[in-house]
């Protein structure tokens, strides 16, 4: 997939240009300096001639079946056309450079589905328009008018923002990182995030997949794809707008809606992609991938030669659940008999500030013994006996003889820069500052886990969908949107969720006739298809344990909603039966723009409202996705009983999280669903959906 | 010939809807029928004179031939209300006597659209009441806009007031949920009273929308883009103050809406463009973005840029949805069908002597 746009053996610059400066000419001359071995025929109608090629005047003077890959830098207008005449050359892979299409307004926006439509129609495929270009180190393709080809490296980058790139090229090129693909995606017209992990999964040269997006086009594809992707190498992606002020300008620079942060963070949980907050972090996790072998363990062990920093990266390793464990007898004994008695022979192991590089050596090569030992962060800071450079030589040695991953963090700037750049021949990654050497360990052994990871558990429970169906068409038929109440809850039982009886009482006398029926204690609601919010009107009442309670509460609640709401529509009041749960908890969905049925758990009152303790997962969600969505929130402990408290029925969440999910996925008309509360029995009792909301698409 | 006067307990209660309804089934039905609005207001100018905008659109709409002047005889000017004070307005009741006989000329039906209640009107000594009773000894159809008690009083006391003349009451713009109630309740409870009711008409979407045209001049408002779609119904109003999480839950809590929000809330726009939307009107006189327009082109949804501030922009909003006339076509055509599914016209008939 995707081989003719990374290795041609042929070019076509549509647009070539012999002004210097124009995108035109830049791209011919970058596919000449970066070395690209293949044919490259320039197309320009005026030219004979560009930076020594022979140029034709039109596509159609191509020789037919010829060239692979074509790279169209024409105004916007005119790429339509290029594109129909490309495929009678055969050529059916495509980078639009130019811009003037989604992102200038809406005749560019015209424009764009129009050359799409064309493209589709002919077997072409696009990348931009309005992007970069690509680059493959592997072939010495320059395919961009980035004038920087970083080095041959195993790290593969693709970008939304084409100037994003420049800059990180220019920046790896400072640092001789290496890369194996840079892609610069543009629009995303055709050819998005999905196309392009899959084609760089399949090759052989890149380690390590960085991505920067602003959005993701077909959400659910991008997770199935970023899933299996993850399971062969790293995804690690940086997606900005994650606060409302970056939403808003995501919003109107691609013009497209990026719905919830907490949905991306769900996504990319659920598909194995390591989420990188910063374009720093990116890297930093980009370089542990590309130059160390995952660890097999959360163990580290650190060496330093500096008290301070082994404390800094004592506390990141807790912050990160990286255990910093305690070494083996054996090998502290060892430590002591190599090392100074000052020295301190427990993790963080602290060699002092004397030490020089053969103290390093020794030291190393006894801890990376012990086999407990799953991976070693070296920190450094240049002190007066310090061999700095001959420390790098080392640690680069003796990282050849284990497989055990190995960073380094040589703090500080000018003295350390010379060890720096040895060790970045070792591929040993360098962090100015431990913590963030700690971070990459730690996502090193998430990412490990992952791909680790059983198969998922996928359940699937009896439901009564046609009455769910007939319940929606009659709310629609209605005119309404919201479903609420009675209508509810009978969505709710049709999946099996247990539902309280409630029957709709007229007056205070059939009030107190159902209650008895019913059995005390109860709980009465307003019914009132006008009122959404019933305890802000007084309409409910809670724990009544008699009729006299009944009947006082029936005119209480009447009169409260006259007060509050004169013109409302009362159809009456609820009776229904209470239940005694001690805990609650709330589940919900909503559907998000680009990746479908966000499902969402939280305990239920002011956890939710004002603690912001939820977890999310896009459905379909699996045993153990719900599974974690349960113990992912803070006040989890509370489930499981605090101070002598049973624990409630996990599984019945767990349950009622599965059907939730099952019934976000069966009706993709549900755009959002409240199960408020669900109170909790004990252990094997299960658990009460008491009230719920949904809302509907019309049509 | 009999005169049936369509009265109501308030203003907006659907007068328009039940004569242009019963006019076409009076038509279908094979009677001869007339229209008049004793009173109108100076709503609209044709030629030189003022008339009223209800009487012309009815008489249009039931392509009645009669002179303007004849069919709303007396328009409540400026000039007439200053001389109503002065006690100067005369000779009105003849002129009204007149237009009436002028339409009962071979008719087997007069239907008389009344006031927004049966007083209207009698600063000029011209009220429902006496216009019914002492004027033109009509029957009385009643369409009341119901909700709750307040409305079963109103009805009642039109009933002491005009005993028998009351043929029976319409109840108008029912929620669906309230039907069944209406139907259990209140009409036998009515019927205890000696008033029929002869039908229950469901409130009615369309009939409550309003056209991104009018929106869109009562808001004085520019449209930016999709022009073919400015006679498109709004149904209703919401306002994009909030996250754009938040937004996207209460946007698609209504449909069929105009959404309300600032120019430089692109987040909130595309927002509405994902769900149910007719109309994005975006105050302040700020414009959006070339990017959000293309998207707004591609959901076929109109821009509005309105040059009040949020607040103001929304009052205006408000005020036209409390005020909708049957004016749109389709919205006449549904009128028509809801009053001949949801009215009994054989009882209605019986009633009249028409059977």
């Given amino acids: 997939m995707l081989e003719k746009f990374f290795s041609p053996q042929s070019v076509a610059i549509v647009g070539a240009s012999r002004e210097q400066g124009k995108v035109g000419h830049e791209i011919v001359k970058n596919l000449l300096l970066g070395g690209f071995s293949g044919r490259i025929y320039p197309i320009n109608p005026k030219a004979t001639c560009i930076l020594g090629k022979k140029v034709y005047a039109r596509i159609a003077d191509l020789p037919d079946g010829q060239v692979d890959l074509a790279i169209i830098v024409i105004p916007a207008q005119y790429v339509q056309g290029a594109l129909v005449e490309c495929a009678q050359k055969g050529i059916r892979s495509i980078i639009i450079i130019s811009a003037g299409f989604k992102e200038s307004g809406k005749e560019?926006?015209?424009?764009?589905?129009?050359?799409?439509?064309?493209?589709?129609?002919?077997?072409?495929?696009?990348?931009?328009?309005?992007?970069?270009?690509?680059?493959?180190?592997?072939?010495?393709?320059?395919?961009?008018?980035?004038?920087?080809?970083?080095?041959?490296?195993?790290?593969?980058?693709?970008?939304?923002?084409?100037?994003?790139?420049?800059?990180?090229?220019?920046?790896?090129?400072?640092?001789?990182?290496?890369?194996?693909?840079?892609?610069?995606?543009?629009?995303?017209?055709?050819?998005?995030?999905?196309?392009?992990?899959?084609?760089?999964?399949?090759?052989?040269?890149?380690?390590?997949?960085?991505?920067?997006?602003?959005?993701?086009?077909?959400?659910?594809?991008?997770?199935?794809?970023?899933?299996?992707?993850?399971?062969?190498?790293?995804?690690?992606?940086?997606?900005?707008?994650?606060?409302?002020?970056?939403?808003?300008?995501?919003?109107?620079?691609?013009?497209?809606?990026?719905?919830?942060?907490?949905?991306?963070?769900?996504?990319?949980?659920?598909?194995?992609?390591?989420?990188?907050?910063?374009?720093?972090?990116?890297?930093?996790?980009?370089?542990?991938?590309?130059?160390?072998?995952?660890?097999?363990?959360?163990?580290?062990?650190?060496?330093?030669?500096?008290?301070?920093?082994?404390?800094?990266?004592?506390?990141?390793?807790?912050?990160?659940?990286?255990?910093?464990?305690?070494?083996?007898?054996?090998?502290?004994?060892?430590?002591?008999?190599?090392?100074?008695?000052?020295?301190?022979?427990?993790?963080?192991?602290?060699?002092?500030?004397?030490?020089?590089?053969?103290?390093?050596?020794?030291?190393?090569?006894?801890?990376?013994?012990?086999?407990?030992?799953?991976?070693?962060?070296?920190?450094?800071?240049?002190?007066?006996?310090?061999?700095?450079?001959?420390?790098?030589?080392?640690?680069?040695?003796?990282?050849?003889?284990?497989?055990?991953?190995?960073?380094?963090?040589?703090?500080?700037?000018?003295?350390?820069?010379?060890?720096?750049?040895?060790?970045?021949?070792?591929?040993?990654?360098?962090?100015?500052?431990?913590?963030?050497?700690?971070?990459?360990?730690?996502?090193?052994?998430?990412?490990?886990?992952?791909?680790?990871?059983?198969?998922?558990?996928?359940?699937?429970?009896?439901?009564?969908?046609?009455?769910?169906?007939?319940?929606?068409?009659?709310?629609?038929?209605?005119?309404?949107?919201?479903?609420?109440?009675?209508?509810?809850?009978?969505?709710?039982?049709?999946?099996?969720?247990?539902?309280?009886?409630?029957?709709?009482?007229?007056?205070?006398?059939?009030?107190?006739?159902?209650?008895?029926?019913?059995?005390?204690?109860?709980?009465?609601?307003?019914?009132?298809?006008?009122?959404?919010?019933?305890?802000?009107?007084?309409?409910?009442?809670?724990?009544?344990?008699?009729?006299?309670?009944?009947?006082?509460?029936?005119?209480?609640?009447?009169?409260?909603?006259?007060?509050?709401?004169?013109?409302?529509?009362?159809?009456?009041?609820?009776?229904?039966?209470?239940?005694?749960?001690?805990?609650?908890?709330?589940?919900?969905?909503?559907?998000?723009?680009?990746?479908?049925?966000?499902?969402?758990?939280?305990?239920?009152?002011?956890?939710?409202?004002?603690?912001?303790?939820?977890?999310?997962?896009?459905?379909?969600?699996?045993?153990?996705?719900?599974?974690?969505?349960?113990?992912?929130?803070?006040?989890?402990?509370?489930?499981?009983?605090?101070?002598?408290?049973?624990?409630?029925?996990?599984?019945?969440?767990?349950?009622?999280?599965?059907?939730?999910?099952?019934?976000?996925?069966?009706?993709?008309?549900?755009?959002?669903?409240?199960?408020?509360?669900?109170?909790?029995?004990?252990?094997?009792?299960?658990?009460?959906?008491?009230?719920?909301?949904?809302?509907?698409?019309?049509? | 010939m009999i005169s049936l006067y369509i009265g109501s307990t308030g203003g907006y209660s659907g007068k328009s809807l039940v004569s242009l309804g019963f006019g076409t089934r009076f038509a279908r039905d094979g009677f001869r029928f007339s229209y008049m609005k004793p009173i109108g207001k100076p709503t609209a100018q044709v030629g030189e004179s003022l008339t009223d905008e209800d009487a012309i659109f009815i008489a249009r709409a039931l392509s009645l031939s009669e002179p303007l002047e004849t069919i709303c005889p007396i328009v409540v000017t400026q000039d007439m209300v200053v001389q109503a004070y002065r006690n100067k307005a005369e000779g009105l009741e003849q002129k009204l006597l007149e237009a009436h006989r002028k339409l009962s000329e071979d008719r087997d039906i007069v239907l008389i659209g009344g006031g927004s209640d049966l007083y209207e009107g009698a600063f000029l000594g011209l009220s429902g009441l006496y216009i019914v009773k002492e004027l033109l000894d009509t029957k009385v159809v009643l369409i009341d806009r119901f909700t709750n008690e307040v409305c079963v009083d109103c009805i009642l006391g039109v009933k002491e007031s005009l005993g028998d003349r009351l043929l029976g009451v319409i109840l108008n713009r029912v929620a669906p949920e309230r039907i069944e109630y209406v139907q259990r309740r209140i009409m036998p409870f009515l019927s205890s009273k000696g008033i029929d009711t002869f039908g229950i008409i469901p409130y009615d979407q369309l009939l409550n929308a309003v056209t991104v045209k009018e929106l869109s001049a009562a808001l004085n408002a520019e449209v930016l883009c999709c022009n073919e779609r400015l006679d498109e119904l709004v149904e209703n109003y919401t306002v994009g103050a909030m996250s754009v999480d938040k937004a996207l839950k209460y946007f698609r809590q209504k449909k069929n809406k105009a959404v309300i929000t600032g120019g430089d809330r692109p987040e909130i726009q595309l927002a509405a463009l994902e769900t149910s939307t007719k109309c994005i009107v975006l105050s302040g006189n700020m414009y959006p973005s070339e990017i959000i327009l293309a998207q707004a082109e591609e959901h076929h949804v109109p821009i509005l840029v309105a040059k009040d501030d949020t607040l103001a922009t929304v009052e205006q909003v408000e005020r036209i949805f409390g005020r909708i006339r049957v004016r749109d076509k389709r919205k006449v055509s549904r009128a028509i069908e809801l009053i001949d599914q949801h009215i009994d016209f054989p009882a209605l008939y019986r009633k009249t002597g028409l059977a």
């Avoid at chain 1, 900005?240 to 919003?251: K, N, Q, V």
């Avoid at chain 1, 103290?359 to 007066?384: F, H, S, W």
């Avoid at chain 1, 963090?409 to 040895?422: C, K, Q």
């Avoid at chain 1, 029957?503 to 029926?517: C, F, G, I, K, T």
Wanted: hydrophobic share 40%; proline share 5%; glycine share 8%.
């Fill in chain 1, 108 to 699: 560019g926006a015209q424009r764009e589905r129009e050359v799409l439509q064309t493209a589709q129609e002919l077997g072409i495929r696009i990348l931009g328009p309005n992007c970069l270009g690509l680059i493959n180190t592997s072939t010495s393709l320059n395919a961009s008018f980035s004038s920087e080809m970083p080095v041959r490296g195993n790290i593969a980058f693709f970008s939304q923002s084409g100037a994003l790139g420049t800059a990180i090229l220019d920046w790896a090129v400072g640092q001789k990182i290496g890369f194996s693909k840079f892609i610069s995606m543009g629009n995303k017209a055709d050819l998005a995030e999905s196309d392009t992990m899959e084609a760089l999964c399949q090759d052989p040269d890149s380690k390590v997949i960085l991505g920067y997006l602003e959005g993701i086009e077909r959400g659910q594809e991008f997770m199935h794809k970023a899933g299996e992707v993850s399971k062969v190498k790293p995804i690690v992606i940086t997606k900005s707008g994650s606060t409302s002020a970056g939403t808003r300008a995501a919003s109107s620079h691609t013009g497209s809606l990026t719905g919830a942060d907490v949905a991306f963070e769900a996504a990319f949980k659920q598909s194995g992609v390591i989420r990188a907050r910063t374009i720093e972090e990116l890297f930093n996790y980009a370089l542990a991938f590309a130059y160390q072998p995952l660890p097999q363990g959360p163990n580290l062990a650190i060496i330093t030669n500096a008290g301070g920093p082994g404390i800094l990266a004592a506390d990141a390793a807790e912050k990160n659940n990286i255990n910093l464990f305690f070494l083996s007898k054996e090998t502290t004994d060892k430590l002591t008999a190599v090392l100074p008695h000052a020295a301190g022979v427990y993790n963080p192991v602290d060699i002092l500030g004397d030490a020089r590089a053969d103290r390093y050596q020794k030291t190393l090569e006894v801890v990376l013994e012990d086999p407990r030992v799953n991976g070693i962060l070296v920190i450094l800071t240049p002190q007066a006996m310090t061999e700095i450079p001959q420390t790098a030589e080392i640690i680069g040695e003796v990282s050849m003889t284990t497989e055990k991953p190995i960073l380094a963090s040589f703090m500080g700037e000018y003295a350390v820069r010379e060890g720096i750049e040895r060790l970045a021949k070792y591929k040993i990654p360098n962090y100015s500052y431990p913590e963030h050497a700690i971070e990459s360990f730690h996502t090193m052994w998430e990412y490990r886990r992952w791909q680790e990871q059983p198969p998922l558990t996928h359940v699937s429970f009896e439901a009564d969908k046609a009455r769910v169906r007939q319940i929606i068409n009659q709310v629609r038929n209605s005119g309404h949107l919201e479903i609420g109440d009675l209508k509810a809850r009978e969505i709710l039982a049709a999946y099996q969720f247990e539902v309280p009886v409630s029957r709709v009482a007229e007056d205070s006398d059939m009030a107190v006739a159902l209650a008895d029926a019913i059995g005390y204690p109860v709980v009465m609601k307003i019914v009132s298809p006008d009122i959404l919010h019933k305890s802000d009107v007084g309409g409910v009442r809670v724990g009544l344990n008699s009729p006299d309670e009944v009947h006082t509460a029936f005119l209480g609640i009447m009169s409260k909603v006259q007060k509050f709401m004169p013109q409302a529509i009362i159809q009456g009041v609820s009776i229904q039966k209470m239940y005694e749960g001690n805990r609650e908890v709330i589940l919900g969905m909503a559907r998000d723009p680009q990746f479908g049925p966000l499902i969402m758990f939280g305990l239920g009152g002011i956890y939710v409202e004002v603690l912001k303790d939820v977890s999310f997962r896009i459905a379909p969600i699996s045993s153990e996705d719900a599974q974690a969505m349960i113990t992912e929130i803070k006040s989890y402990p509370m489930l499981k009983g605090v101070r002598g408290q049973k624990s409630v029925d996990i599984n019945a969440i767990v349950d009622a999280l599965l059907r939730l999910s099952q019934l976000a996925v069966d009706f993709p008309e549900i755009l959002e669903a409240d199960v408020n509360p669900l109170i909790m029995k004990e252990s094997g009792q299960g658990a009460v959906a008491v009230d719920a909301r949904f809302t509907i698409s019309p049509n």
